[in-house]
């Protein structure tokens, strides 16, 4: 803030000070992308950073790219403090089990799902019986998914069971497109196969529509208006902000965060909610994808639209170790929805990153660290049992549990579920893919 007594002051020194503040008016355009509006501090959208800090023990987080310098992964804390969120506490899962009925899900008593935005509001309406409807989405960027892209699938279920609301889920093959070497023709194509996946997960046909935009784009009656709405009020310099885009980036790139948040917005889907355009939706994905929405909050209020509500994930670890990356084009890196009982068994021993010691002596003397461990973080993940996961972690703490023992009870627990995954998908026709991604009425009045 400048302040000076005029009367005071030459000419000169007022031109100067005038020139400081339009260089700070400007400095302020191309750090939030708005204009300087005295007394209004920029709107939720840009200012945060998602995390390209000079600091190099920072961690990098964007849509595309997950980066830490850490064995034990993303410092979660940190990032919703740089994301503005706010923390899934205890007093929040008992007021999710006390609206429910339902003992919380093993993500939420676990921290899987750890930050959320407004998922109080989704409560307030949800006891007050108001419905909701949730969003997720996959960007199918290969034929085969692996178990960490479960992630969001299974807990969605969870909520769309418990709370019994509609779900919409997005495959943006465009963006795949857009941003792999894919043709438009395989892009379409990992999306129907990865439908198939996804319905196996359980969904409800009756209360669960499946979406590519490729297809969806150009038979919606509202999904392309919300589009056109959400670009209007966007600036080239506030995506360059969020999304980090140069001016080499295809225009493609810079206009899809719209299509990614306009199916925040009931009147999207006319068929299922009737027109209906006030519909609160809540939105679970994994941390990395929250840049979309932050947009999107920004700019619902601007056009007449409630802000979708979220519950963010942490990142699913590579194999390796929580500082590499899961990458579908290294089938090391996880254990894919397509593995054999064998493949299981060989990666998770061969490759899973270990927190035990150099050898037995050290390990039974100093024990292993849960940390760091891979083997362990996918139990958290996988394994239901509350009780059994902290006799392990006890276990391997002490020493008494040896890194081969603790691999074995991985392998034994994950054998059996992508069994029953393949099993499921097995079932899964492509009749069945055709009905869930019909745009049609679902089983909920509007």
């Excluded at 929580?322 to 090391?332: G, L, V, Y």
Aim: charged share 25%.
């Amino acid at each position: 803030e400048l302040s000076f007594n005029m009367g005071s002051l030459s000419v000169d020194e007022i031109e100067a000070a005038v020139r400081m503040l339009l260089s700070l008016k400007l400095l302020y355009k191309t750090t939030t992308g708005q204009d300087y509006q005295a007394g209004l501090p920029p709107r939720d959208l840009v200012l945060i950073n998602n995390g390209t800090s000079k600091e190099e023990d920072e961690d990098f987080v964007d849509p595309w790219t997950v980066q830490t310098s850490n064995a034990k992964g993303v410092d979660y804390d940190k990032l919703i403090v740089r994301f503005g969120s706010s923390k899934i506490d205890t007093d929040l899962i008992n007021r999710i089990e006390r609206a429910t009925g339902q003992k919380p899900h093993r993500f939420l008593r676990r921290g899987i799902f750890f930050s959320h935005r407004d998922m109080d509001q989704i409560l307030d309406a949800y006891e007050n019986k108001k419905s909701f409807y949730l969003y997720t989405g996959r960007g199918p960027s290969s034929q085969a998914m692996h178990v960490g892209h479960l992630i969001p699938f299974i807990f969605t279920k969870w909520l769309q069971e418990v709370f019994d609301v509609p779900l919409v889920v997005q495959l943006t093959d465009d963006e795949k497109y857009l941003w792999k070497d894919l043709t438009i023709e395989k892009s379409y194509e990992y999306a129907r196969e990865n439908a198939k996946d996804i319905i196996a997960c359980g969904f409800d046909i009756n209360k669960t529509f499946i979406f590519s935009d490729l297809d969806y784009l150009g038979t919606s009656t509202g999904f392309y208006k919300n589009i056109v709405k959400v670009q209007k009020h966007v600036t080239f310099n506030q995506v360059k902000g969020i999304f980090g885009f140069t001016d080499s980036d295809c225009i493609g790139k810079i206009s899809f965060p719209a299509i990614q948040a306009a199916p925040s917005f009931s009147s999207s889907f006319p068929q299922i909610f009737n027109g209906k355009e006030n519909i609160q939706c809540l939105i679970p994905c994994a941390i990395d994808q929250d840049p979309y929405f932050r947009m999107t909050r920004d700019v619902a209020p601007r056009i007449g639209q409630p802000k979708p509500a979220l519950l963010h994930s942490v990142f699913f670890p590579a194999l390796q170790g929580a500082q590499t990356k899961m990458s579908a084009s290294d089938p090391n890196s996880s254990i894919f929805l397509t593995d054999t009982p064998k493949q299981i068994k060989t990666k998770i021993n061969k490759h899973a990153f270990s927190g035990g010691r150099d050898t037995i002596e050290e390990h039974r003397k100093y024990g292993g660290n849960c940390d760091v461990d891979v083997s362990f973080m996918y139990l958290t993940f996988f394994l239901e049992d509350d009780d059994r996961l902290e006799q392990l972690k006890q276990a391997y703490t002490s020493g008494e549990l040896l890194t081969g023992e603790l691999k074995k009870v991985l392998i034994e627990t994950l054998q059996p579920l992508i069994a029953a995954h393949q099993e499921r998908r097995k079932q899964v026709t492509d009749e069945m893919v055709k009905q869930f991604m019909t745009p049609r009425k679902l089983a909920f009045e509007f």
